[in-house]
């Protein structure tokens, strides 16, 4: 029998070199996208925070990306969320971790515990939810988005602006819920590009609403906007946070939004 000790060694290390490299190459790229769009944009690229959404993707490859410099990582589901957080954390990593996806209100308590900002806030009974298990959960405040729909279409998540509809899903109640939680920061709004839409019209949509709610909410500047097929257009439109999963980490076997 073969001794599985006896793998050579260069065979082993030349392949976890190899995927550090695809891994590298794609930052440096996703790199130079944002220095480019911020420079058609005339804005500075430290307004741009680069959060790599590393879903389906082992926490070894998270881990080569806060090794190769990325500070924010993105995760859509709470329970592979929380298993590379505590991965990382165990690897002794730091990284800023985002949870960007749709969000149920019994994963608040679990999502708090490893969290630093949560991007898809979208009904003032998650806004509660989660601003208890904040309560609960943790010593600091945490940092929320409130997500916008663009289209109106609330299956695909998101708060809606205007005074129609549920009060629930209403956009400023939102706000407000956020803004008033003692354990919640209101620090902006996110929101997806509707498949089919033209990005441009998408983010201009969001730049309005982020607009508005700066006036009501200083505090609230940040807009979470652009993935890989549209962060330049967002950029333009003034995103100060991209979450760019394909293009730093290679095509996803299935890739559902949220
Ligand atoms: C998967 C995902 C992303 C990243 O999308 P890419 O097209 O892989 O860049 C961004 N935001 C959310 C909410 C996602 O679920």
Request: glycine share 8%; charged share 25%.
């Amino acid at each position: 029998m073969r001794d599985p000790r006896s793998v050579p060694r260069q065979q082993v290390t030349g392949h976890l070199d190899n995927r550090v490299s695809v891994l590298a190459a794609g930052l440096t790229n996703v790199r130079r996208r944002l220095a480019a769009a911020c420079q058609a944009a005339g804005r500075s690229p430290d307004e741009v925070t680069l959060v790599a959404v590393t879903k389906t993707y082992p926490a070894a490859d998270a881990l080569r990306l806060v090794d190769l410099g990325v500070t924010d990582l993105g995760e859509n589901r709470d329970q592979e969320a929380a298993a590379k957080a505590s991965e990382l954390a165990a690897a002794g990593a730091a990284a800023t971790w985002h949870y960007v996806g749709r969000l149920q209100r019994n994963k608040c308590r679990s999502v708090v515990g490893y969290a630093d900002v949560v991007h898809s806030v979208d009904s003032v009974r998650l806004a509660e939810a989660l601003a208890g298990a904040a309560q609960r959960g943790r010593s600091v405040p945490l940092d929320v988005l409130v997500q916008l729909s663009i289209d109106g279409d609330l299956q695909r998540g998101g708060a809606l602006p205007g005074d129609g509809g549920e009060p629930d899903v209403r956009l400023d109640r939102v706000l407000a819920a956020v803004a008033g939680a003692a354990t919640l920061r209101l620090r902006g709004i996110m929101a997806v590009a509707p498949l089919g839409w033209d990005a441009r019209e998408a983010f201009t949509r969001v730049a309005e609403a982020a607009a508005r709610v700066r006036r009501e909410y200083p505090q609230a500047q940040w807009v979470s906007a652009g993935m890989s097929n549209d962060l330049e257009v967002a950029i333009e439109c003034g995103s100060t946070h991209v979450r760019v999963g394909n293009a730093l980490l290679g095509k996803r076997a299935a890739s559902p939004v949220a």
